[in-house]
């Protein structure tokens, strides 16, 4: 398995600022992914954070919105912009280990106030 | 468009009882079916999980079983505990890529 920390664990900020969400694996992986979980729902998958390269995002979600880094293999961070009260969710680190196995971090509860 | 579908929404299951939770998928592409059990305030934790060339995988009280024809899977929880009250999502991955399509997920919750 794989040890996975998100910073911060949870964070009540004012609307139209940005939070910075940091997440660090303790190996080496080449797959990073970043999940939202709206308050009572299932995860979406927001985008695959790419060691070198910019993240692929999903339908729905932009790189103006949702900025991601990814420097080097054991860690990654998004950035939640601009935000709304409709951003207000938990926000999930997850990487992929061989054999097909994804691991989450504890997760960022945001509230935007 | 919610490529996995899961049911229940919730169940309450007495104490050693048996809950079982159902998933269907319409993409045949998929070759990865994971289960997650999650608690208030934590993240997904990995429980159990399937390739399409087996129809049942069992791991302590948790067991798949997966109906390929249909493109179902379910997992069942024997001897439920207090414990297990928790909520629990399926979910599906294509073997290219690791992203997963999860279902909606359901709430158990096990009475003593």
């Known amino acids: 398995s794989a040890v996975i920390s998100q910073k911060p664990s949870r964070d009540i900020c004012q609307r139209g600022t940005s939070l910075t969400i940091q997440c660090q694996v303790d190996?080496?992986?080449?797959?990073m992914f970043w999940y939202r979980q709206q308050p009572g729902q299932s995860l979406t998958l927001i985008a695959t954070a790419n060691q070198g390269s910019e993240a692929t995002y999903e339908s729905g979600f932009v790189i103006d919105k949702f900025p991601i880094s990814r420097p080097n293999l054991t860690f990654s961070t998004l950035t939640v912009s601009n935000m709304s009260p409709e951003d207000s969710s938990i926000y999930l680190c997850s990487v992929k280990l061989q054999g097909r196995r994804a691991f989450f971090g504890q997760g960022t509860r945001l509230t935007v106030v | 468009q919610q490529q996995v579908k899961q049911s229940p929404q919730s169940l309450i299951v007495q104490k050693g009882g048996i809950s079982i939770i159902n998933c269907a998928y319409e993409?045949?592409?998929?070759?990865?079916f994971p289960w997650y059990q999650q608690f208030p305030g934590k993240g997904p934790a990995l429980l159990i999980a399937i390739r399409p060339d087996v129809s049942e995988k069992k791991e302590g009280r948790f067991t798949i079983s997966f109906n390929k024809s249909a493109k179902q899977f379910s997992l069942h929880i024997m001897d439920s505990q207090p414990g297990d009250s928790a909520t629990y999502f399926c979910?599906?991955?294509?073997?290219?890529?690791?992203?997963?399509?999860f279902g909606a997920g359901t709430q158990v919750v096990v009475t003593p």
């Open positions: 979910a599906a991955s294509f073997s290219a890529g690791g992203k997963l399509q």
């Open positions: 993409n045949t592409a998929f070759d990865y």
């Open positions: 190996s080496q992986v080449t797959m």
